[in-house]
């Protein structure tokens, strides 16, 4: 079965360079969320979007924006990168928001872009 | 803030025992929880989910328990192989919520 797909898989840049994330949803998925996970910790919610609506929003920095296209992929666009923003990315989707009427739709996660900074 | 913890961070379990990993949530208004199975260089992946008007859901070879009265999770793993040697997450969240909250990971190892 189609999975969550991120590119690029790994990424290094220098301080205050800029980043593009990007994801590509499971087929018929509307829905895509972003996580950043630093070494060793759990994944943190960073912003979600439902049919190409921000539809809610974590710990993510103002240096960071992303949005959500009509064909449902996503980009997370990094600005004024810093050495603390080193982490595993991860994208997430699932259907409907995450709850249809037959219930709870589990977000399916991709293999992550992995951010050094230098 | 709310957060979803687990008890253990390492369990280590010989080949073809059953594995009984733990989670703690403090939410209570959490109605949906997941278990996630994350290998080395790879994301979270999905393994069997519950929902709050559940106290029990088997899948193929693992058991997840719910007590919502001392806000427990548990996600059992019967005859464990090789193969089940990784990190799990528990992970929750709030219908109309839609992100999840982690707990703190569990690394499996499995003893050959």
């Known amino acids: 079965a189609a999975g969550v797909i991120q590119s690029p898989r790994h990424l290094i840049k220098e301080k205050r360079e800029t980043a593009t994330l990007k994801c590509y949803p499971i087929p018929r998925h509307d829905t895509v969320y972003w996580y950043q996970q630093g070494p060793g910790q759990d994944p943190q919610f960073l912003i979600s979007f439902y049919e190409k609506m921000q539809s809610d929003k974590g710990s993510i920095p103002d240096r960071f924006s992303a949005q959500q296209f009509s064909d449902y992929h996503s980009e997370l666009n990094m600005s004024s990168l810093e050495l603390g923003d080193s982490a595993l990315y991860f994208c997430a989707s699932s259907l409907g928001g995450g709850y249809t009427p037959i219930g709870n739709q589990p977000q399916h996660f991709g293999d992550g872009t992995r951010l050094s900074i230098l | 803030g709310e957060s979803v913890g687990l008890h253990l961070p390492t369990l280590s379990v010989q080949e073809g025992d059953n594995s009984i990993i733990n989670c703690a949530y403090s939410n209570s208004a959490s109605d949906y929880f997941i278990w996630y199975k994350q290998e080395s260089g790879k994301g979270p992946q999905f393994i069997i989910d519950?929902?709050?008007?559940?106290d029990k859901r088997q899948g193929q070879r693992v058991t997840v328990l719910l007590n919502k009265t001392v806000k427990h999770l548990s996600l059992q793993i019967a005859a464990t192989q090789p193969g089940d040697s990784a990190v799990y997450f528990c992970?929750?969240?709030?219908?109309?919520?839609?992100?999840?909250?982690f707990g703190t990971g569990t690394r499996l190892t499995i003893i050959p």
């Open positions: 992970a929750e969240t709030v219908f109309g919520n839609e992100k999840l909250t």
């Open positions: 519950i929902r709050s008007n559940m």
